[in-house]
């Protein structure tokens, strides 16, 4: 089946060390997202990709980087530099603006549940 | 950005209809209205979307003001099932997901 898959769903750190959150999609889209959301609260974009090699900052990328080596890939590493990483991570895609039939759905993934220690 | 504002929470009863509102007066016309819902502990899944018409599907349905200033999301007959955050977001046309603004949301809470 087409989706996002997303890893670890649980995920458990020590202060100081960082820690890679995986994003996986097999729908063919080309632009990929990077969420957090704080308990109670809406989503903030971290960073999105609208094309393989290329990503842009979004709302809150202090501490945190991005790869876009493949289309289907898009991991996010949570650095030491972020101050207080504790969160629900979301990974979304979408397809891009060459792609047809574009209605800007955006598909999301189940996420992953960062707890620092 | 346009915004938009949705009650924090309302609350329904098992198998009667839900109206979820939303207020967006700052519209513009390549505005479209986006609603996506959130299950607890899971990432949000797209609901319905509209333009001017209203709009139906196998989830809800979206009636859209004729000034299109507000709108509200349908579910026919609630179910349990249904508890969720509801998101109600605005896409100008031209843009995508990287301008998507996901609020606080409405927090719907169904009774058996």
């Given at each position: 089946d087409?989706?996002?898959?997303?890893?670890?769903?649980y995920l458990?750190?020590?202060?100081?060390?960082?820690v890679?959150?995986?994003?996986?999609q097999n729908?063919?889209?080309?632009?990929?997202?990077?969420?957090?959301?704080?308990?109670?609260?809406?989503?903030?974009l971290?960073?999105?990709?609208?094309?393989?090699?290329?990503f842009?900052?979004?709302?809150?990328?202090?501490g945190?980087?991005?790869?876009?080596?493949?289309?289907?890939?898009?991991?996010?590493?949570v650095?030491?530099?972020?101050?207080?990483?504790?969160?629900?991570?979301?990974c979304?895609?979408?397809?891009g603006?060459?792609?047809?039939?574009?209605?800007?759905e955006?598909?999301?993934g189940?996420?992953?549940?960062?707890?620092?220690? | 950005?346009?915004?938009?504002?949705?009650p924090n929470?309302?609350?329904?009863?098992?198998e009667?209809?839900?109206h979820?509102p939303?207020?967006?007066?700052?519209?513009?016309?390549?505005?479209?209205?986006?609603?996506?819902?959130q299950?607890?502990?899971?990432?949000?899944?797209?609901?319905?979307?509209?333009?001017?018409?209203?709009?139906?599907n196998?989830?809800?349905?979206?009636?859209?003001?004729e000034?299109?200033?507000?709108?509200?999301l349908?579910?026919?007959?609630?179910?349990?099932?249904?508890?969720?955050v509801y998101?109600?977001?605005?896409r100008?046309?031209m843009?995508?997901?990287?301008k998507?603004v996901?609020g606080?949301?409405t927090?719907?809470?169904v009774?058996?």
């Amino acid at each position: 089946d087409g989706g996002i898959t997303q890893s670890p769903k649980y995920l458990f750190r020590k202060e100081g060390q960082n820690v890679t959150l995986s994003c996986e999609q097999n729908l063919n889209h080309d632009a990929m997202y990077w969420y957090r959301q704080d308990p109670g609260q809406g989503l903030r974009l971290i960073y999105y990709s609208q094309i393989v090699n290329d990503f842009q900052k979004g709302d809150i990328a202090e501490g945190y980087s991005v790869s876009r080596e493949k289309k289907e890939s898009f991991p996010l590493t949570v650095t030491s530099a972020q101050k207080n990483p504790t969160a629900f991570y979301l990974c979304a895609s979408s397809k891009g603006q060459g792609q047809s039939r574009n209605t800007g759905e955006l598909f999301f993934g189940e996420g992953s549940r960062l707890t620092v220690l | 950005d346009a915004k938009t504002t949705q009650p924090n929470s309302m609350e329904s009863n098992e198998e009667e209809p839900v109206h979820l509102p939303c207020n967006h007066s700052t519209i513009s016309g390549t505005d479209y209205i986006h609603w996506y819902r959130q299950l607890p502990s899971q990432g949000p899944e797209y609901v319905i979307h509209g333009l001017t018409s209203n709009v139906n599907n196998r989830m809800a349905s979206l009636a859209i003001a004729e000034d299109r200033k507000s709108s509200t999301l349908i579910l026919h007959r609630a179910t349990l099932r249904d508890a969720a955050v509801y998101y109600c977001i605005l896409r100008d046309r031209m843009e995508y997901g990287n301008k998507l603004v996901f609020g606080a949301g409405t927090i719907l809470r169904v009774k058996s």
